[in-house]
């Protein structure tokens, strides 16, 4: 046997170890002062310890933590009682309250997902069997992903000079598995309803991409990192009309109102997901809360300068995590108000206001990102 | 009764869990079959706020797990009832509302009436016609305890009454009287005179009584604007093409059935869109035909819309408008139902009193 061969495969090994090693993790941890002591506690017990290195190494805390899997879980389960609740008050009612007087009942949506996820899951004739199980899972992918990429202050889960557009391009992902699922579902509403989807997606991507080109060229980068860096001054003031295009695409994508064409219940009943019962339902009907929470984070990065803020010292890195959270929670919340104060427009006429008036204003941010770039020095 | 669906939340390890997310969120499908919807409606809107239960109304059989049946489901809507709750997933709960959902109410004894419960298994009625929203929410309360303890309750204990101390007669306990109770029956006449202030109409009834000489038995008066034509079975084809010149449609085709008399009245109130003196005028042109053969001309050739009317008659009296093409066939009941259920001989369905133990 060759021995260099062998000891090629030592430092291999050894690479990997170090790369899996307690001591690499603690390189590049995240920093909270507040409970400094309390992790050093953590941290020097056998296994605990090791676990507690993990889930503070930078990345990992962005997939497990924030903006990653814990954060998304928290805000879909408040954004679906907050909008319930809001919708409530506006109509002068109290809203969900009896299951947790003391909190004006915010674990509603933990109840319904405990009975949806108890709930029989009915595939009928029918649907093309696999597929209609697949996706609701599948779409996970394009939904988690982006969030890999969004950096909140130094916490990002991976760097990369086209962060923006690999982001953008997966968000652009969502709508596909939408029409498969209507597809799968094989029905007539999930098929009218897919067919919204459709022209919908048609309507707002292209305005989308135009707005967030017209900031990568406002900027002068795509790298999500250096466009927090960059942003002295917040992006909706440099450029508020791509910011403006930007809110109302993010409208369109997650189907609230005054665009909720593709699922409108009163018409055609959630229309690609009608067929769905139980936790199969629970997962489809949570992808536009989850693309609302993508968007709002990428919106607050692009426009309202990330995880720019005043510095909390005892925080620490999650200084830059409380400010992100705070502007998205703001847009999201905006967006819910969005629910009960407008009607549904019709297709057409959603259509045609995107494909003439967001289409032209969309061209002008283009234009208006070039300036900006050149009158502000931001270069390239 | 559903109790499939509240075993399976009792059983297994998570059954707590199981409990407590069915309990907080029992959302009701959308199926208003009646006028309860109203009350349904109000229980949810904003002065008594349903979703304060976590209780969410909402659209699609497949997402919910509760049907709130909202009053009278006729046989047509008892096949929707049916696929709707088949469609829902389990663990699934039905909670009637109103009289008619308990035993008929107000259409007691219809011929187009199903029972909720022979069709779909109930957790709980709300008697009450309609039941307000407090009783709709105290039944969905009571619910949400069934789905905790596993045992509906009643939500009224009523006092017990000793029944043969309130029989103050004599030793023969009371009984209700017997629902088949016949009232002597008084003459039918569909024509009874009126004075009144009308002269177009005196004119009108010369006019007519000129031009349809030796055809009808007796034209009267019978209040304003409303004129009866007597006729046989036999001139009424050769009075309504001399009709039709002057009214141009049928409002309405009615048979009476006088089962005492062994006949039926057929009628026909015909009107006129077209003459401006005539709009007001109905003139109700009826004839007796004898109730074991009853047949009668169809005159939808002369007024297509008798056309409907009269299938719609033969539906439920079973007169035969003979002319009609569609005679023979169901045309707005539902295919179970019993034939020509308007006949006054149907046999009803007999109610039984009992004492339960």
């Known amino acids: 046997m060759n021995v260099n061969g062998l000891s090629g495969l030592n430092e291999?090994?050894?690479?990997?170890?170090?790369?899996?090693?307690?001591?690499?993790?603690?390189?590049?941890?995240?920093?909270?002062?507040?409970?400094?002591?309390?992790?050093?506690?953590?941290?020097?017990?056998?296994?605990?310890?090791?676990?507690?290195?993990?889930?503070?190494?930078?990345?990992?805390?962005?997939?497990?933590?924030?903006?990653?899997?814990?954060?998304?879980?928290?805000?879909?389960?408040?954004?679906?009682?907050?909008?319930?609740?809001?919708?409530?008050r506006i109509q002068w009612r109290k809203g969900p309250v009896e299951?947790?007087?003391?909190?004006?009942?915010?674990?509603?949506?933990?109840?319904?997902?405990?009975?949806?996820?108890?709930?029989?899951?009915?595939?009928?004739?029918?649907?093309?069997?696999?597929?209609?199980?697949?996706?609701?899972?599948?779409?996970?992918?394009?939904?988690?992903?982006?969030?890999?990429?969004?950096?909140?202050?130094?916490?990002?889960?991976?760097?990369?000079?086209?962060?923006?557009?690999?982001?953008?391009?997966?968000?652009?992902?969502?709508?596909?598995?939408?029409?498969?699922?209507?597809?799968?579902?094989?029905?007539?509403?999930?098929?009218?309803?897919?067919?919204?989807?459709?022209?919908?997606?048609?309507?707002?991507?292209?305005?989308?991409?135009?707005?967030?080109?017209?900031?990568?060229?406002?900027?002068?980068?795509?790298?999500?990192?250096?466009?927090?860096?960059?942003?002295?001054?917040?992006?909706?003031?440099?450029?508020?009309?791509?910011?403006?295009?930007?809110?109302?695409?993010?409208?369109?994508?997650?189907?609230?109102?005054?665009?909720?064409?593709?699922?409108?219940?009163?018409?055609?009943a959630f229309g690609p997901f009608v067929e769905y019962s139980g936790i199969m339902f629970g997962l489809v009907m949570t992808i536009t809360y989850e693309k609302m929470y993508i968007l709002a984070l990428l919106m607050s990065v692009l426009f309202l300068?990330?995880?720019?803020?005043?510095?909390?010292?005892?925080?620490?890195?999650?200084?830059?995590?409380?400010?992100?959270?705070?502007?998205?929670?703001a847009i999201m919340v905006l967006l819910s108000f969005l629910r009960s104060i407008y009607a549904r427009l019709r297709l057409d006429q959603a259509l045609r206001l995107s494909w003439n008036t967001l289409m032209k204003i969309s061209l002008l941010s283009l234009a208006i990102g070039i300036v900006a770039n050149i009158a502000f020095g931001l270069g390239w | 009764m559903s109790d499939d669906s509240v075993d399976f939340l009792h059983s297994g390890p998570l059954a707590p869990l199981k409990k407590w997310g069915t309990k907080w969120s029992l959302w009701p499908v959308h199926l208003v079959t009646a006028c309860c919807g109203v009350e349904l409606a109000h229980a949810y809107a904003s002065g008594y706020d349903g979703e304060r239960l976590g209780s969410l109304n909402y659209g699609i059989a497949r997402q919910t797990n509760l049907i709130i049946v909202e009053g009278a489901i006729t046989r047509k809507m008892a096949r929707v009832l049916k696929i709707t709750y088949e469609q829902m997933p389990e663990p699934k709960f039905v909670i009637v509302m109103g009289a008619c959902g308990l035993k008929g109410g107000l259409f007691w004894n219809g011929y187009h009436m199903v029972r909720p419960s022979d069709v779909v298994p109930v957790d709980f009625f709300i008697p009450g016609c309609p039941p307000t929203p407090e009783a709709l929410l105290r039944a969905i309360r009571s619910l949400q305890e069934k789905i905790v303890s596993g045992e509906a309750r009643n939500t009224i204990e009523f006092e017990k009454y000793d029944l043969s101390k309130i029989n103050v007669r004599g030793e023969q306990p009371l009984k209700p009287p017997s629902p088949k109770h016949y009232s002597p029956t008084p003459p039918i006449k569909v024509d009874v005179p009126k004075e009144v202030d009308w002269s177009f109409g005196k004119k009108l009834i010369?006019?007519?009584?000129?031009?349809?000489?030796?055809?009808?038995?007796?034209?009267?008066?019978?209040?304003?604007?409303?004129?009866?034509?007597?006729?046989?079975?036999?001139?009424?084809?050769?009075?309504?093409?001399?009709?039709?010149?002057?009214?141009?449609?049928?409002?309405?085709?009615?048979?009476?059935?006088?089962?005492?008399?062994?006949?039926?009245?057929?009628?026909?109130?015909?009107?006129?869109?077209?003459?401006?003196?005539?709009?007001?005028?109905?003139?109700?042109?009826?004839?007796?035909?004898?109730?074991?053969?009853?047949?009668?001309?169809?005159?939808?050739?002369?007024?297509?819309?008798?056309?409907?009317?009269?299938?719609?008659?033969?539906?439920?009296?079973?007169?035969?408008?003979?002319?009609?093409?569609?005679?023979?066939?169901?045309?707005?009941?539902?295919?179970?139902?019993?034939?020509?259920?308007?006949?006054?001989?149907?046999?009803?369905?007999?109610?039984?009193?009992?004492?339960?133990?």
Do not use: C
Request: hydrophobic share 50%; no cysteine; proline share 7%.
């Open chain 1, 12 to 88: 291999l090994l050894n690479e990997l170890l170090s790369l899996l090693s307690m001591q690499h993790f603690l390189q590049n941890q995240v920093s909270i002062p507040l409970i400094q002591p309390i992790i050093d506690l953590l941290l020097s017990m056998p296994f605990v310890g090791y676990l507690v290195a993990l889930i503070l190494w930078k990345p990992m805390f962005a997939l497990l933590i924030f903006p990653g899997l814990g954060t998304l879980m928290a805000v879909l389960l408040f954004i679906i009682w907050f909008e319930r609740k809001l919708t409530a």
């Open chain 1, 99 to 268: 299951i947790l007087r003391q909190a004006g009942g915010v674990i509603q949506a933990l109840a319904d997902g405990m009975r949806y996820f108890f709930q029989e899951v009915i595939v009928h004739r029918d649907a093309h069997k696999p597929y209609f199980l697949q996706f609701p899972i599948l779409i996970f992918i394009p939904v988690l992903l982006p969030l890999l990429f969004i950096p909140a202050g130094s916490i990002v889960g991976i760097e990369s000079p086209y962060s923006l557009a690999i982001a953008v391009a997966l968000i652009s992902l969502i709508p596909v598995f939408i029409v498969a699922i209507g597809w799968a579902s094989n029905s007539r509403y999930a098929y009218i309803g897919t067919i919204r989807e459709a022209f919908m997606y048609f309507a707002y991507e292209i305005p989308f991409i135009l707005a967030v080109i017209s900031m990568i060229l406002l900027y002068g980068t795509a790298d999500m990192v250096e466009i927090v860096e960059k942003q002295n001054i917040p992006g909706i003031f440099l450029n508020p009309v791509a910011a403006f295009i930007f809110f109302l695409t993010t409208v369109m994508a997650t189907s609230r109102l005054p665009f909720e064409i593709p699922e409108a219940d009163q018409e055609i």
């Open chain 1, 305 to 329: 300068g990330g995880g720019n803020g005043p510095d909390i010292p005892l925080l620490g890195n999650l200084s830059g995590v409380l400010w992100l959270f705070v502007k998205a929670m």
């Open chain 2, 206 to 357: 010369a006019e007519l009584k000129s031009d349809l000489e030796g055809l009808y038995k007796s034209i009267t008066i019978t209040d304003k604007n409303r004129i009866a034509i007597q006729a046989e079975k036999d001139d009424v084809v050769a009075l309504a093409s001399k009709l039709s010149k002057r009214f141009d449609h049928v409002k309405n085709v009615n048979v009476i059935d006088i089962p005492h008399e062994y006949s039926f009245i057929v009628e026909y109130q015909i009107s006129s869109y077209s003459v401006k003196e005539l709009m007001p005028v109905v003139v109700n042109l009826f004839a007796r035909i004898p109730r074991n053969n009853p047949r009668f001309p169809s005159l939808a050739v002369f007024w297509p819309s008798a056309d409907y009317l009269e299938r719609e008659m033969y539906d439920l009296f079973g007169v035969w408008f003979e002319g009609n093409s569609a005679m023979g066939e169901r045309f707005l009941l539902a295919p179970d139902t019993p034939e020509f259920p308007l006949r006054k001989d149907r046999k009803l369905r007999e109610e039984i009193y009992s004492e339960v133990e």
